[in-house]
Structure formats: C-alpha cells, structure tokens
C-alpha cells in the first residue's frame, strides 16, 4: 500500500471499512465484506479454502468480476504484508490468496470520444453559459446582478477551455486541475503550446503525475487560444496560480467539473461520454496520422505500450474506409 495513490488508498480503505460504517457522502453505509468475513480471524489461521469460498460468495452479488477481483487483490496484498519479518512473519508464512483464481472480466469497451464538431459544440454551449443550472430560491428563479453575471461568464469560459485543453492535449482531469501557469509555455506565433505537467489531483491531494515524472506535452491551437485568453483575466495569473480556479484562485473542485460536462453535453444535444473520454481523442488522432506509440506513450504518460495501443483500434474515419475500397480495385 506504501506509495499508492491517494485514491487507490481512498478506494482501498473503503474496502476495509467496517460493515454498516456510514459513507462519507450520502446515505449510504459500507457492506464491508472483507472485514465482516475475516475480521474476527486469527490472520495465520486463514487458509485458500476460506479465501476461495469468500471470493465465490461475491461472485453471488451483484457486483461484477472487476470488484470481486479488487477484493482478491486487496487480500493478497495484506497478506504480503503479513509475510515481512517486520511484522507477522513468524506466523504467516505463505499468502493463501495466491492459490485463487481471478476472476475474468470482460474485454475493456472500444474507446469512444468526440468528433472536433462535437467538442467544438459543447464549447459554445459553456461559452454561453447554457450548461449552468439555474438558481432558484422557494421555486422562483433569482435574479443576479451585474457584477455575478460578471463572474459567471468568466467561469464559463474558464469551463470551456477547460475541456478543449482535454480534447487537444489528452491531459487527465487531475492533471488539468493541479495546472498552473509556470507549466504554460506558449510558442511565440500562437500555433500552439507545450505543457510541462509536474503534479496531478488525486483524491483531492496534488501529488507526482501518474507516471511518476515530469512529461512535456503538446497542445493544439484552439485550446492554447482558450488558454491565452484565460490569461488576460485581471487575477490569478502569476506563475504559481492555478490556470483553473474558483473566482477566490482556489483549485477547482474536480466532481463539480465533471458534473458541468455532463450538462454541457446534454444541452448541446451529445451522446453521453465521460470525461476522461476527451483524454482518448488526442492519442486516437495522432495514431491515425502514423505517429509512433512511443511518442504517443510518453505524450500521455502511459506506463506500458499496451495501454497506448488502444488508440490503433479506435474509432475509424473515412480514411480507413479510402484504404479498404483500395485495397478491393473500387474506385473512388
């Protein structure tokens, strides 16, 4: 568990929650299978027996193959701790998880993403300010001032540009939201810019990138555009400020983002896709135009070229469809 994630930690303690613990948010209280299962038991005296049985227990819910094996490795995991001489290697010493099966998930869904067109759409829509939820008070709508009419439309451009950056540069969300503007770095005729991203947001905490290291990374036109525009704003544009900050220069809440894309989406009449979609489409484009995957690896900060290779299979355009009447003597 040392030198995980904050949000693996996060997702990791959630499984090891006691059951009934309520949740940090909503109504909800914890089913806490692992400790409701074994935690009364002597640790040295659970066998592969016990943890097969266990794991076929969840295999009779209703939560899937991904979440019966995040339970399986979590297991395997407090054993291999269990088994350090610093701790209770004297009494532990084999893992009984390790003897188990995993259990197979299906193939991840082709990766999906949006057309420029549609990116571009969804951008007018925040620029507009029509992704915002309306405010009411007792049923009736309020009515604003001049000075948060203001305040608003520079928070929806700032959204704007927000998620052209995700579509012209693959940046994660938390990479976006630990961003600041000593990380920007313009090229002199505004054909672009080059990003050097340093930290991430995970879980709330601004860590290491995912990777591990710094990386630089490219960005389109349009969206350094967005960027230089967002620079001209009257505050927070020093080197150490956020690029994307609440109107008191904090950073941005990331839940509170994805539920404005999710709207934007909506109202510019767009088939759903999640956030992290946007990331897909600067790899998928880069692919189809013969870039090699380990650019496009170190580009997103991928850890292995399986994950890059992904973006070969993505979605087709009609250049694949040229090739193939090609490849059959049509003519065009």
Not at 261 to 284: C, F, M, N, Q, T
Request: overall charge positive; aromatic content about 6%.
């Amino acid at each position: 568990m040392k030198g995980g994630a904050p949000s693996t930690l996060r997702d990791n303690e959630a499984l090891l929650r006691e059951p009934g613990a309520p949740y940090a948010r909503g109504a909800g209280v914890s089913k806490g299978r692992i400790m409701k299962r074994f935690g009364d038991e002597l640790i040295e005296a659970i066998t592969t027996r016990d943890v097969s049985a266990f794991l076929r227990e969840l295999d009779g819910e209703d939560i899937g193959p991904k979440t019966v094996n995040k339970h399986r490795e979590l297991l395997h995991a407090v054993f291999n701790y269990a088994m350090r001489s610093d701790t209770y290697g004297d009494r532990v010493k084999r893992n009984p998880v390790t003897e188990t099966d995993k259990r197979r998930q299906p193939p991840a869904a082709p990766l999906d993403h949006y057309e420029r067109h549609e990116i571009e759409a969804l951008v007018r829509v925040c620029e507009q300010g029509r992704h915002r939820a309306p405010k009411h008070y007792r049923g009736r709508p309020v009515a604003e001032g001049a000075a948060e009419l203001a305040a608003q439309a520079a928070e929806d451009r700032q959204d704007a540009a927000a998620f052209a950056l995700m579509f012209y540069s693959g940046l994660r969300l938390g990479e976006l939201l630990a961003l600041r503007w000593r990380h920007v770095r313009f090229l002199p005729d505004l054909s672009g810019a080059i990003v050097t991203l340093e930290r991430a947001v995970s879980a709330d905490v601004e860590k290491a990138p995912k990777s591990g290291k710094p990386r630089d990374v490219p960005v389109a036109r349009p969206a350094a555009e967005a960027l230089a525009r967002l620079g001209q704003r009257d505050e927070f544009t020093s080197p150490d400020d956020y690029v994307f900050c609440s109107r008191f220069g904090r950073r941005l809440d990331g839940s509170a983002l994805r539920r404005r894309y999710k709207r934007a989406a909506e109202a510019a009449g767009l088939r759903p896709v999640r956030l992290h979609g946007l990331r897909h489409v600067a790899g998928s484009v880069l692919a189809r135009n013969n870039v090699d995957l380990i650019t496009i690896r170190d580009f997103y900060g991928h850890a292995s070229l399986s994950t890059t290779n992904r973006y070969l299979h993505s979605k087709l355009d009609a250049t694949a469809v040229a090739a193939m009447n090609a490849a059959h003597g049509i003519e065009p």
